[in-house]
């Protein structure tokens, strides 16, 4: 889980150097980050369901 999460964190520590940039993007990021989320568990997900049937 921590790897998939790392270029998220990494871009986000990037923003804060950047503080213009992340006032300027503050609602692109929630939504990027939303997408990324529902991205993320749905792997997961995807990856249960098809342990379970084989």
């Known amino acids: 889980m921590i790897p998939a999460a790392h270029p998220f964190l990494h871009f986000r520590d990037q923003s804060k150097k950047n503080p213009v940039r992340k ?7 929630a939504t990027g ?12 997900y995807n990856k249960k369901n098809k ?3 084989t």
């Open 23 to 29: 006032n300027k993007s503050k609602s692109q990021s």
């Open 33 to 44: 980050l939303l997408l990324f989320h529902l991205q993320f568990h749905h792997y997961i």
């Open 51 to 53: 342990s379970k049937t």
